[in-house]
């Protein structure tokens, strides 16, 4: 189709960016809070990764109906809502056992992104979007790692990189479907004209 240098779009736009708001949102409580009380933080996190899981499953969902791109959405709704439990009935474990379960999560989840950036679009944009999230990922898995009782900072400012790509990439994605929606129209009205002309010629000719 015109103008459009790929084979589908792929997600509803309104779930990226959905998960985008709660990124953004869910970030800035764990990076500026003045409770730090640290149930409570791994509360927050854990509250988060449960929600970002709902919308994983409902992007997977929409995506199955295409037959496109939803297996790596179901992997990353599994792995976030494991976590996400994991995290919620261990509240008593100590801060360590967070730490490192923080710091896989972020690790996977990034390098699932760098699949999907690769495996899901062959969009330069969205791919870019994609990989640049998952390898932010990655690299903040290695720092929380070894970032000591500041993990969930740190976690923050993952979340607030993941906010913006996902924010950036429901609206990219928007675009993408208005652009889709006006060639496909453009298409049709040609192809009418076309077959009216045909007509013409037709009787013409008779």
Not at 81 to 108: D, G, M, N
Not at 186 to 203: F, Q
Request: aromatic share 14%.
């Amino acid at each position: 189709m015109a103008h459009i240098n790929r084979k589908y779009i792929d997600s509803h736009w309104l779930i990226p960016t959905l998960k985008g708001l709660f990124a953004l949102g869910f970030g800035f409580i764990s990076l500026f809070t003045m409770n730090r009380d640290f149930d409570y933080m791994v509360t927050i996190v854990g509250t988060f990764l449960l929600t970002l899981s709902i919308l994983e499953f409902i992007s997977a969902l929409y995506l199955a109906q295409k037959k496109t791109g939803w297996a790596v959405a179901l992997a990353l709704a599994i792995i976030d809502a494991v976590v996400a439990l994991a995290l919620l009935f261990t509240l008593k474990q100590s801060a360590t056992w967070h730490l490192v379960i923080i710091a896989i999560y972020t690790f996977i989840r990034g390098f699932c992104e760098i699949v999907a950036g690769f495996r899901t679009t062959i969009d330069p944009t969205d791919r870019f979007t994609w990989v640049f999230g998952g390898m932010c990922g990655a690299i903040m898995g290695i720092v929380i790692l070894n970032s000591g009782e500041f993990f969930i900072r740190f976690f923050g400012v993952y979340l607030v990189i993941l906010g913006i790509c996902s924010l950036f990439y429901g609206i990219h994605n928007r675009a993408q479907k208005i652009e889709d929606r006006i060639a496909r129209q453009e298409t049709a009205r040609l192809s009418a004209s076309k077959r009216k002309k045909s007509a013409k010629r037709s009787k013409k000719s008779k």
